[in-house]
């Protein structure tokens, strides 16, 4: 039996989850790369494009030629206000009491950049009701940590799953990449695995 020789997979991310999240479908990068961007929003931008930008830029970061090369962003957005990644407590309270007793979307943008250099681009859309908090359920989750980090301050495969009456799309890419839209992209252009 001979070895098929397989074309490189690049991940453009500096996020574990999305690494992990790839290995729940039996996808190893041959690299993971951390993009250096700046990610400030540009005046009148919509979280759409913003999203979109986003993935776009992070593979141009990393181009790197005759390898697939796949990036993702994701935002939490609450009316059309993209909801910062919580890096301090009052960032997370902010965030949390604004998502409290409301719903809000997950956009997840998904780029690939083929070995030929054409680009394929996927926008995935999930809304997320979230349950009225306490302030006791704020604080238990403030004390967990989980929310350091994470866009909107909060983790939906963590605790926060609690928070969560009713999603409407994709869970994956609320945690922060679309596996279904992944899949299909990545087999829709040739990427054996």
């Known amino acids: 039996m001979t070895q098929v020789s397989r074309i490189k997979l690049i991940l453009a991310s500096s996020s574990l989850r999305r690494l992990h999240l790839l290995a ?11 993009p250096d961007i ?7 931008e919509t979280p759409r494009e913003y999203v979109k930008r986003m993935a776009s ?9 005759s390898k697939y090369l796949l990036a993702a962003d994701t935002a939490v ?6 909801l910062p990644k919580a890096e301090s407590e009052d960032a997370a309270v902010y965030c949390l009491s604004l998502l409290s007793g409301r719903r809000h979307k997950v956009l997840g943008s998904i780029c690939l950049l083929l070995p030929n250099g054409e680009r394929r681009m996927r926008l995935v859309e999930t809304t997320v009701s979230f349950k009225r908090l306490t302030e006791s359920e704020i604080e238990s989750y403030l004390h967990s940590s989980e929310w ?3 866009a909107g301050g ?7 799953a609690t928070f969560v009456k009713h999603i409407s799309g994709s869970y994956s890419n609320v945690v922060g990449l679309s596996l ?5 992209l990545l087999r829709g252009n040739g990427y054996q695995w």
């Not at 909060?154 to 926060?160: F, N």
């Open 38 to 44: 700046d990610e400030s929003v540009v005046q009148n």
């Open 24 to 34: 729940q479908i039996g996808i190893t990068p041959d690299a993971v790369v951390s």
């Open 57 to 65: 830029a992070k593979t141009d970061a990393v181009k790197q030629s």
């Open 77 to 82: 957005v609450c009316g059309n206000r993209i």
């Open 154 to 160: 909060y983790a939906i495969q963590g605790r926060a």
């Open 148 to 150: 350091d980090g994470k």
């Open 180 to 184: 279904y839209d992944v899949a299909q």
